[in-house]
T-cell receptor, first 115, second 114 residues
Framework: EAQVTQNPRYLITVTGKKLTVTCSQNMNHEYMSWYRQDPGLGLRQIYY???????DKGDVPEGYKVSRKEKRNFPLILESPSPNQTSLYFC??????????????FGQGTRLTVV | AQSVTQPDIHITVSEGASLELRCNYSYGATPYLFWYVQSPGQGLQLLLK??????LVQGIKGFEAEFKRSQSSFNLRKPSVHWSDAAEYFC????????????FGKGTRLHILP
């Protein structure tokens, strides 16, 4: 089954304790991205990757890191989480046709609470 | 700047009534447009998409949307809603530049009255 898998689904952590949220897709998509969703603000892009070893900042990259060592995986790293990073996070992937992204496929989300 | 706007934050309709959710976009060229649905505690699921061709597109769960270039709109419709349609709906478009970022509207939360 084609899917984007995020882990964990729920995470409570303390301020400053490094954490990683994993994301994996089995559709051989080139494009992957991370979003955070907050009430009243909709979905905001954190980072994206056009292909392996190619990553770039989205709209709200501060406090986050990513890597793309393999095509299928795109982990999100919070080196020193803070309470303002409490949010619902989504990973997404897209294929590309004629140089353009097509629709995004989303993971189930990771609800992160930083205390 | 390219943008996607959903004017209604909340919409309430009775079960069995028709539904129309509004979406407006601002793009220079013909955009790629999408509607997604997010049920509580779930990720976003694609309802339908418009790339080119027929301006009336059919999607899953009985939804359809019509692309109207003259009005810069891509409204989502359903002739008769079910209680299970209660969810948040996002309109989105592809940002036509180097990075092809998907731009999302802020979402419309649909409430269904029994």
């Amino acid at each position: 089954e084609a899917q984007v898998t995020q882990n964990p689904r729920y995470l409570i952590t303390v301020t400053g304790k490094k954490l990683t949220v994993t994301c994996s897709q089995n559709m051989n998509h080139e494009y992957m991205s991370w979003y955070r969703q907050d009430p009243g603000l909709g979905l905001r892009q954190i980072y994206y990757s056009m292909n392996v070893e190619v990553t770039d900042k989205g709209d709200v990259p501060e406090g986050y890191k990513v890597s793309r060592k393999e095509k299928r995986n795109f982990p999100l790293i919070l080196e020193s989480p803070s309470p303002n990073q409490t949010s619902l996070y989504f990973c997404a992937s897209s294929s590309r046709i004629r140089g353009m992204n097509t629709e995004a496929f989303f993971g189930q989300g990771t609800r992160l609470t930083v205390v | 700047a390219q943008s996607v706007t959903q004017p209604d934050i909340h919409i309430t309709v009775s079960e069995g009534a028709s539904l129309e959710l509004r979406c407006n976009y601002s793009y220079g060229a013909t955009p790629y447009l999408f509607w997604y649905v997010q049920s509580p505690g779930q990720g976003l699921q694609l309802l339908l998409k418009y790339f080119s061709g027929d301006t009336l597109v059919q999607g899953i769960k009985g939804f359809e949307a019509e692309f109207k270039r003259s009005q810069s709109s891509f409204n989502l419709r359903k002739p008769s809603v079910h209680w299970s349609d209660a969810a948040e709906y996002f309109c989105a478009g592809i940002h036509m530049n180097r990075d092809d970022k998907i731009i999302f509207g802020k979402g419309t939360r649909l409430h269904i009255l029994p």
